[in-house]
């Protein structure tokens, strides 16, 4: 028993000395979350966060119905959402700029405008998926006149260009290299 004691008293130093330090993590998490959703009748509306248990650092409506967006995904294998901005200087981040012209696989969708705010609905439904790392479903109890609320929530990688130019790519879960959805931010001085 006794020549038993140093090597519990040893590993027991060893535990508390390896239990005191602060050890980083074996794999740090550097993705981005975003999520797209909106009622299938509705617009679709674009969350972008950098730690999907805050508040998303960008949020914007985008001109495309839900609906039109589900038969675009399923039509093709990519899908290629870019927003564009126009301005005079570089004063601001390139997410902070408000006014886009948004492009779905090269075609011209429309214009829209970043929010500064969440609406009431949309911090419910950011509220709902905080636990969903990734995944597409409807939300249940949360339909209305324009259908039943959808949702596609991924991580993706975040490629900075330069100042001007942000692309996020999707990560898919089962490895594969493949980019089925990405969106891209450019900005064009004047």
Known sequence: MFKLLPMLTT?????????????????ADKATTGTLFGYRKG???LAIQEDPHRPPMFVIELPIQTGQLHKEMSSSDVLRIALETDTKTHKKKLLEEFVWAVYSNGRKIGYSIRRMNMSDDEVHVMGLLRGV???A??????ENADGDLTYIRARFDRVVGSKDCESF?????DGTSAQELSIFFLRVIH
Request: proline content about 9%; some cysteine; charged content about 15%.
């Open 11 to 27: 590993g027991c130093k060893m535990v508390a000395l390896l239990g005191g330090r602060h050890r980083k993590p074996l794999l």
């Open 43 to 45: 617009r679709l509306s």
């Open 133 to 135: 790392s990734m995944g």
């Open 137 to 142: 479903g409807v939300l249940p109890g949360l």
């Open 169 to 173: 790519y999707m990560i898919n879960p």
